[in-house]
């Protein structure tokens, strides 16, 4: 008895395990993250299906519902909708594996009922690592007070109960414990991954991180339009004021770009004084209209650590896919634009056709 419960939930608990890391690891995943719910219901589902096709030779027959701690990971993962679709999984498994018995269609049925309530209780308050043993204890003595009433006779006695429920106890904790623990390390690791791409004093993205996001719009063939950014007077304010006044203006100059630019623009600071600025599905015009605009605002803003206000941008702009069909060509060609717009003597902003034009 000892040796059929500890195979069933070493498989149980294996199972938990290899699911739920891909998970955790792969939340951000666009497709992933619109069909969650599903693909961790259907995930978890299908595993314990799996999971009682291995366990049947070891039960006998008399198959206790503990993937009720699927049930639980499922929504504490996916939410509700997971919770019905894997409870639907195990029903289906019951009757199509063990369904030899009145008590084995008692406990599917109690199994869909319970996944129900469960589905409709974690709608009002969500699944997590801290309310989990609740659901854990109110269902497991759900279940064996279902199986005490509908089969007192055919259980091997006491003891079976007994012990079920203590390596029931064991197997839920010991994976809780363990999912805590990977979620844990995952949030650690995405962290250092988030301070890699972000530069610390502008807390924007850095030039890995808009990298990326160029190489994701290229890949998606969405147009966008690219802004090179460079702070004029910089590096002489910089060097007669020192680094605490230019400080100063990249942090303003950040905060007011993320201000002023659309939502969904994407912004990082790329060089000391350089930054690039993605625009996707906007037009060239509303792009050099919007360059103006920044510029203007730019030449508004003051600095208690430097007296001046006559800070100026000069703006290179160029279209995906109209310019450049890969990133480093965007790359070269907005510096083509950046450093014809710095030989213009008063509007120092310009867009790559304007340079194709004048060949």
């Known amino acids: 008895m000892f040796f059929e419960l500890t195979i069933n939930f070493s498989i149980l608990f294996c199972f938990t395990i290899l699911i739920f890391w891909p998970f955790i690891q792969y939340e951000d995943n666009p497709f992933i993250h619109k069909y969650k719910s599903i693909i961790v219901g259907v995930t978890f589902g299908f595993a314990a299906f799996i999971l009682t096709a291995l366990a049947t030779p070891y039960a006998h027959g008399m198959l206790i519902n503990n993937r009720i701690i699927f049930v639980l990971f499922s929504g504490l993962l996916g939410g509700p909708v997971a919770i019905v679709i894997t409870g639907f999984f195990i029903a289906m498994s019951r009757f199509v594996l063990l369904y030899t018995t009145i008590l084995s269609f008692v406990i599917m049925l109690n199994t869909l009922l319970v ?102 719009y290229v890949n998606a063939k969405i147009p966008f339009e690219l802004l090179h950014i460079d702070i004029r007077q910089f590096r002489e304010m910089n060097y007669m004021y020192h680094y605490k006044a230019g400080d100063e203006v990249l942090v303003q100059i950040s905060k007011m770009l993320k201000d002023q630019l659309p939502e969904n623009a994407h912004i990082g600071r790329i060089d000391s004084d350089e930054f690039y600025v993605v625009l996707p599905e906007m037009a060239p015009a509303e792009a050099i209209t919007l360059a103006y605009s920044i510029n203007k605002s730019v030449q508004q803003l003051t600095f208690e650590d430097y007296p001046s206000n006559q800070l100026t941008l000069a703006i290179g702009i160029c279209s995906y896919p109209q310019n450049g069909q890969t990133v480093k060509e965007l790359y070269r060609l907005s510096n083509d634009a950046l450093l014809n717009a710095k030989q213009q003597a ?4 310009c867009h790559y056709n304007q340079i194709k034009h004048r060949k």
């Open 115 to 216: 996944t129900l309530i469960a589905s409709f209780i974690a709608f009002k308050r969500p699944i997590t690592y801290q309310n989990i043993p609740i659901y854990f204890f109110i269902i497991t003595i759900e279940h064996l007070i279902i199986l005490i009433i509908f089969d007192r006779f055919a259980v091997n006695g006491l003891s079976y109960l007994i012990l079920y429920f203590i390596v029931s106890v064991l197997t839920f904790y010991a994976v809780r414990k363990i999912l805590m623990q990977l979620e844990d390390k995952n949030k650690q690791i995405k962290q250092i991954y988030a301070l890699r791409k972000t530069d610390l004093l502008t807390q924007l993205p850095n030039n890995i991180a808009i990298e990326q996001k160029l190489f994701s």
């Open 346 to 349: 008063n509007i120092q902003i």
